[in-house]
């Protein structure tokens, strides 16, 4: 399992669609809104991270253990970490992060006047004004920390302002 993280406006999910591969792409966000919708009647993804921080470990933990039942190539498109109104919350908290059978976990990251430019022009997100600088040193701080945890090498793709090809090269050759 190959983990795909970054920043929500990075461009993760885009680099993920340019991928030409035969690894399933699973998306952590959309099983987790698939059980939110269930259970607690949330009605867009933009307003998960925005819930009770216990109901949101709850879901987590669920997708975590779903995941790790899954077998086959998988690159998983999920978050370094989550911006909430009670904090940065770890995408990958170790309990859960041991659950994975993680190969390699790779960041993709912008420059910060990039995504939040990027996050303004997408008009199918409600995507936060938040400070995209910090939440990016955030998120590199996390990736380290997963990695040494896990023992699985950390990658950081940059995708570049017209270079989408580029990030997307990058990521191809990781896969195997
Ligand atoms: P995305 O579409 O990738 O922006 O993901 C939508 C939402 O799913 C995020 O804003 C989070 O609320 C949630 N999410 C995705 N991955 C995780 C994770 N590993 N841990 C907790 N929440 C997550
Ligand atoms: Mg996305």
Request: net charge positive; with cysteine; hydrophobic share 40%.
């Amino acid at each position: 399992m190959i983990i795909v993280m970054g920043l929500p406006g990075a461009g993760k999910s885009t680099v993920l669609k340019s991928l030409k591969t035969e690894y399933e792409i699973l998306n952590w966000g959309d099983l987790m809104f698939e059980i939110e919708k269930r259970e607690f009647g949330i009605q867009n993804r933009d307003e998960m991270r925005k819930i009770p921080i216990d109901k949101q470990k709850w879901v987590q933990e669920m997708v975590a253990k779903a995941l790790s039942k899954m077998t086959g190539k998988i690159l998983l498109d999920t978050h370094c970490s989550v911006s909430t109104p009670s904090g940065y919350f770890p995408g990958l908290p170790f309990n859960l992060l041991n659950l994975l059978p993680v190969e390699a976990l790779v960041l993709i990251t912008a420059n910060p006047s990039d995504v939040a430019k990027r996050r303004v022009a997408d008009p199918t997100r409600k995507r936060d004004q938040d400070d995209v600088a910090l939440h990016d040193q955030m998120n590199k701080s996390y990736l380290a920390a997963y990695s040494a945890f896990s023992g699985a090498p950390a990658v950081i793709i940059e995708n570049k302002e017209g270079k989408l090809e580029d990030a997307v090269a990058k990521l191809h050759s990781l896969l195997k």
